[in-house]
Every structure is written in structure tokens, then in C-alpha cells.
């Protein structure tokens, strides 16, 4: 039997540790995504081209600024003197550019088209940061959960090696059994070592997400809500993808933008023009004589005599990016779907399987292991059988972790696919 001296020494050591985590900030889920938001530099990076494409609009569909010039016209070159010659004057004027009717609004139209895209994006990445997040948090809570199974587990093999030692001594065991226990404490180890480099390596990927130092320590809380939401039916989840898809709607906007710079593409077809006018100053002649001054006034235009290898060039430019856009729209759109069937049937399958070994296999093992050890003690079970179902235990138990933080890995992708959060009956 397990003494109670070594019992009490076992518990005290479960405090001391959990006393050990305690010193290290708790990280909950909730917390880690609040942080991201704020301080992840990837969004913020797309937040700020948002904020830079919406300044662009009223930059194109503003004229161009217009032109002052001064001149020294027709100056006798032998004298400099700009009395001397009738048309020497000296001239101040003022020019503006001013495209076809109808070019600058679409100019500005198809940058906010542009801009609004970009706010979409900024939606889409937010997603995918709570996505990653969430996943990273998850996989981070079943290796906790896997090594803390682990450390269970290597103090009742400890205790299994004690019995069977103590069997031994008094010629009611073999030395074997002491031997196999020892050998599965070798593998629980092995497992501890590997699940340890996956947990370091794991924690450097959410404190990048989190921007934080690769090495900032932080520990996780020893518990989570185990129950997972009843989701809506598949082709519900389609229709709102449809609806609230950041991705897709950015796709619409980059639509309506390519038919705008295509629109635009036809009108400079026609002819963009420059007004202006001009002041022209002369000085009064040697003798005295009064002289006039001069005013011009000028109208051009650009006149389109290569639109077959330019405009027209253009137009087809425009067209062709044009579909581009709607066929990735489509392709998009084909991606949401195929996507949003994964994340669904994956869910319902880690949730079928969380429930099957929490509700069934789980109790069934612990059974088994506590009838096992029973059977043990008085030469009914051999050591072998009760090691085995110890091992079987602790599968069972590392697999249920695995299957609860799958199916919340899954649950985050579902709700970035389908750009909402509540996707739950």
C-alpha cells in the first residue's frame, strides 16, 4: 500500500508548483487577444495603409494646382533695355489645367472604391491575427494540460515501482516488473523533453503575436470552459460568409475600382485642356510716348492622334484587369466556401471526439486502472496488464486535451472564415 507520509510529500510537491506558476502572470485567452489588437505590429501595419489609401481620394479628384509664370518678353539683347523696343513688355499670367468633364470624379472614385477595400482589409487581417491567436493559445493549453497528465503520471509509475519493489523483497513480485515500470518512466520523459521543446518553441510564436520578447515568460490558466457551442448549420454559415466576409467584400470594392479606372480609360479618349490668361506690361518709349499694355488669353488641348497604340492600349489594359478582379472575386469565393466545410466538419469531429473520451473512454480507463491496481496488490492482475492500463490512461487523457483544443483551434477558424463571431445556435 502507498503509505500516507509519501501521499502528503506528493501533494506538497503539486503545491510548490503550482505556487511556482503562480509567480508568472496568467495569460487567458481573452487577455492575449486584447493585446494583440492593440500591439500586434502586423495589424497595425495594415490599419495604417488603410489610413493612407483613405487619404488619397481627394488627392486625384482635386484639379491640378494652377500655374504662375513670369516673363521678360522680347528683349533687345544689345541694350537690355526694356524701353527701348515696342514689344518688350514685361508679363505676369496665371494657367490651369483642367481634364474632360467627368475624369476627375472618376479618378476619385475609383481611389475611394480603393480605400474602402483597404478598410475591408483591415477587418480580414484583424481576423486572421484572433485566428492565430487562438490557435496558438490553444495548442500552448494542451501541452500544459499533456505535461501536466506527464507529471501525474510519473508519480504513479513511481509509486507502481515502489509496490512492485516492495513485492520483490518480501518474494511475492518479480524483478521484471520493477524493470518495465522503470522503462515506462524512461518514456514518460522522453515525451516530457519532446513536449517541453514544442511548448518553448510554441510560447516564442505567441509572444511575437502578442509583440512581445521571444523569451517573456507567462503561464496559462490551469483551467478553461470545457463545453463547446452547437453551430449553426453549414449552408447558414455560407449565407453570412456572403454577408460579412471581409475578403469578399474587399474583392467587390477592388471590382467597382477596376470599372471606374476602365471608365476613365474610355474618357481619355477625349481631350483634357489648359486655360489661360496673361498680363503683359510695356514702358513708355524714350520720348515719352504713352504705350499700351497687353492681355492674352489661351485655351489648348491635347489632341489623341495615337489612341490606337495608346488609349485604346489602355482600354484594353483596363478591361483585362477588370476580369481579373471578378475572377478572383469567384475564385475567392470558392476558397470561403471549401474553407468554411473544413473548419465545420473538423469541429464536429474534435467534438464528438472531447465528449466521447470525457463522457465514456476516460471513466471506463480510470476504472480499469483503479481495479487493475487493486487486483495487483492482492496477485490477481500481474504488473504488466497494470502498467498498461496506467499508459492507456494517460493516452486517453492527452488525447482528450488534444481533441478539446483541436476542436477550439477549429472553432477560431470557422469564425475567421466566416468573418463573425456569432456562428452559434
Known amino acids: ?18 505556487f511556482a506558476k503562480a509567480e508568472q502572470p496568467r ?14 505590429p502586423s495589424l497595425a501595419q495594415t490599419q495604417a495603409r488603410s489610413r493612407a489609401m483613405s487619404a488619397i481620394p481627394s488627392q486625384v479628384g482635386t484639379l491640378p494646382d494652377p500655374v504662375i509664370s513670369f516673363t521678360a518678353l522680347n528683349l533687345p539683347v544689345d541694350t537690355f533695355d526694356i524701353a527701348q523696343e515696342n514689344m518688350t513688355q514685361m508679363q505676369g499670367g496665371i494657367s490651369q489645367a483642367i481634364p474632360f468633364f467627368g475624369k476627375l470624379a472618376l479618378r476619385e472614385q475609383a481611389a475611394t472604391f480603393q480605400s474602402e477595400a483597404a478598410f475591408y482589409d483591415v477587418t480580414e487581417a484583424r481576423f486572421h491575427l484572433l485566428r492565430d491567436v487562438k490557435n496558438t493559445w490553444w495548442a500552448l493549453f494542451y501541452l500544459d494540460r499533456a505535461l501536466d497528465i506527464i507529471a501525474t503520471n510519473q508519480s504513479l509509475l513511481r509509486q507502481f515501482v515502489k509496490i512492485a519493489q516492495t513485492k520483490y523483497e518480501v518474494g511475492e513480485g518479480l524483478q521484471q516488473d520493477v524493470l518495465l515500470a522503470q522503462l515506462e518512466l524512461s518514456q514518460l520523459l522522453n515525451n516530457k523533453i519532446r513536449l517541453i521543446g514544442s ?5 516564442a510564436q505567441l509572444n511575437a503575436l502578442l509583440n512581445k520578447p521571444a523569451n517573456h515568460a507567462f503561464s496559462l490558466p490551469d483551467q478553461v470552459v470545457e463545453d463547446l457551442p452547437i453551430l449553426q448549420a453549414e449552408q447558414d454559415l455560407f449565407n453570412q460568409a456572403e454577408s460579412y466576409r471581409s475578403i469578399l467584400a474587399s474583392r467587390r470594392k ?5 470599372q471606374s479606372r476602365l471608365d476613365l480609360a474610355r474618357k ?20 515719352g510716348e504713352k504705350r499700351a499694355d497687353f492681355l492674352s488669353l489661351k485655351l489648348s488641348m491635347n489632341v489623341p492622334i495615337f489612341a490606337a497604340s495608346k488609349q485604346q492600349k489602355a482600354i484594353d489594359q483596363r ?33 464528438s471526439q ?35 492500463s496506467q499508459i492507456t490512461l494517460y493516452n486517453y487523457e492527452t488525447q482528450y ?20 463571431e456569432e456562428i452559434y445556435e
Open 1 to 18: 500500500m502507498i503509505s500516507p507520509n509519501k501521499v502528503a510529500s506528493f501533494f506538497m510537491l503539486l503545491a510548490l508548483s503550482s
Open 27 to 40: 495569460l487567458t485567452l481573452q487577455v492575449a487577444i486584447n493585446i494583440a489588437e492593440l500591439d500586434n
Open 199 to 203: 511548448q518553448n518553441k510554441i510560447k
Open 254 to 258: 477592388s471590382i467597382h475600382a477596376a
Open 268 to 287: 481619355d479618349l477625349l481631350p483634357d485642356f489648359t486655360v489661360g490668361a496673361y498680363y503683359g506690361g510695356r514702358e513708355d518709349t524714350l520720348s
Open 319 to 351: 478591361s483585362s484587369e477588370l476580369m481579373q478582379q471578378r475572377y478572383a472575386m469567384q475564385d475567392q469565393w470558392n476558397k470561403v466556401r471549401a474553407e468554411i466545410s473544413t473548419a465545420y466538419s473538423a469541429f464536429q469531429q474534435t467534438k
Open 354 to 388: 472531447s465528449l466521447l473520451f470525457k463522457n465514456g473512454i476516460i471513466p471506463q480507463a480510470r476504472q480499469t486502472v483503479a481495479s487493475m491496481l487493486a487486483g495487483y496488490q492482492v496477485n490477481k492482475v500481474d504488473f504488466l496488464n497494470l502498467v498498461r
Open 401 to 420: 486535451w488534444k481533441a478539446l483544443s483541436e476542436a477550439n483551434q477549429a472553432l477560431a477558424q470557422l469564425t475567421a472564415v466566416v468573418g463573425k
